[in-house]
């Protein structure tokens, strides 16, 4: 019966999914007139596991607003009339909530799926965790921050050096010059931590935008994961080498 409910309701899904989404940078959107909601579920003990194999706790992803969720909710709207579709998530599911200019916008991450990994109603001008990162100056401190590829990284790098850090929706975005001054003039070093893409020696995508920025903002400080570490990125150099490796690099680019 649960196979014939899941058959069901991905048939559902299919049927409005051309009008929902786009595809853009290898990730999925909504498009203008769709939203999203999602029914968030308790924490698992592999929800914890995966978060934890990046050295980031529960704790600190509800922080982060990051929540573990069961199902997802489509609407279109068009011409007056709401549809609705409602799909069930992975058993590893998750929200990254954001808010900008007081509107919700949520993007689903799941990790192992072939089809749906990412869906996003972000645009291009959120930053994830800026609220939170601005916080930390005002609150905290203001000495540094890092931007880096993607919020998953940037709460490894946060919760593990202790340095406030967020990002943009992906390494190919520019950020516009007035943004970037609010940056500068909030922090006193302005770190970049973009993927090394260790196995293609010619494409390095990750360094490469990384260089554009740098050529953008020369203020911008760059640190790179060596490629005989062979770990892309701050979360992958967590789970594979572990969080000592992370502090080790982060002390000897600074």
């Not at 068009?78 to 007081?102: C, H, I, Q, S």
């Not at 100056?137 to 931007?147: D, H, L, Q, R, Y």
């Amino acid at each position: 019966s649960e196979a014939l409910l899941k058959i069901k309701l991905d048939t559902e899904y299919r049927i409005p999914r051309v009008s929902l989404i786009r595809r853009y940078n290898g990730k999925i959107h909504l498009t203008n007139n769709s939203s999203i909601k999602v029914k968030i579920r308790d924490w698992k003990d592999w929800d914890r596991e995966f978060w934890n194999s990046f050295g980031i706790s529960q704790k600190f992803c509800e922080w982060c607003n990051v929540y573990p969720v069961s199902h997802a909710f489509f609407t279109r709207e068009e011409n007056g009339l709401k549809r609705t579709v409602t799909v069930p998530m992975d058993k590893y599911a998750y929200a990254y909530f954001e808010w900008k200019d007081g509107k919700e916008s949520i993007k689903l991450y799941q990790p192992f799926s072939s089809t749906m990994k990412w869906l996003s109603k972000h645009d291009a001008s959120v930053w994830d965790l800026w609220k939170q990162a601005f916080l930390f100056a005002e609150k905290k401190s203001n000495e540094a921050v890092i931007i880096t590829s993607s919020r998953k990284d940037a709460m490894c790098l946060w919760e593990n050096l202790g340095v406030p850090a967020m990002s943009l929706q992906g390494e190919g975005y520019i950020p516009k010059s007035q943004v970037m001054k609010q940056v500068f003039d909030t922090f006193k070093r302005v770190y970049i931590w973009y993927d090394n893409d260790f196995k293609h020696k010619e494409d390095n995508p990750g360094q490469d935008n990384a260089k554009k920025l740098i050529e953008l903002y020369p203020n911008l400080i760059n640190i790179c994961i060596p490629s005989e570490l062979r770990s892309k990125d701050p979360s992958d150099l967590v789970k594979n080498k572990g969080v000592q490796e992370l502090k080790n690099i982060w002390e000897k680019q600074r």
